[in-house]
């Protein structure tokens, strides 16, 4: 079992950044990959963000967030990070870091999530 846990969130302004991380209780050989998920107020699904490998620097990011965001990992402490630069109030969300076998943007191919931390951005 991986437990994960996310820290970093918080109240911020527009314009201003932020950096999630996402520390994982134990080895994660079994996980190949590390995805950031996020869910807006009022919704039911969560938004692929970015996604890394533990082996290789394979990232995956979405197509609304290159450019702003950067995932990177620290292997000796089983942690993933999320830079969040020039946030918008639409990036308010609940950030979710998940676990799986593969890299994808795909929700269904995580096997073990976090419980999330909080983003607000202020206008």
């Known amino acids: 079992q991986v437990q994960l846990v996310e820290s970093g969130g918080g109240l911020v302004q527009a314009g201003d950044s932020l950096r999630l991380s996402c520390a994982a209780s134990?080895?994660?050989?079994?996980?190949?990959?590390m995805g950031w998920f996020r869910q807006a107020p009022g919704t039911l699904e969560r938004e692929f963000v970015a996604?890394?490998?533990?082996?290789?620097?394979?990232?995956y990011y979405a197509d609304s967030e290159k450019g702003r965001f950067t995932i990177s990992r620290d292997n000796a402490k089983n942690t993933v990070y999320l830079q969040m630069n020039s946030l918008r109030p639409l990036d308010t969300a609940v950030y979710f870091c998940?676990?799986?076998?593969?890299?994808?943007?795909?929700?269904?191919?995580?096997?073990?999530w976090g419980q999330g931390t909080q983003v607000t951005v202020s206008s």
């Open positions: 996604a890394i490998t533990w082996s290789d620097d394979s990232i």
């Open positions: 134990k080895s994660t050989f079994s996980t190949h990959a």
């Open positions: 998940a676990a799986g076998p593969r890299l994808s943007p795909r929700r269904v191919e995580y096997d073990y």
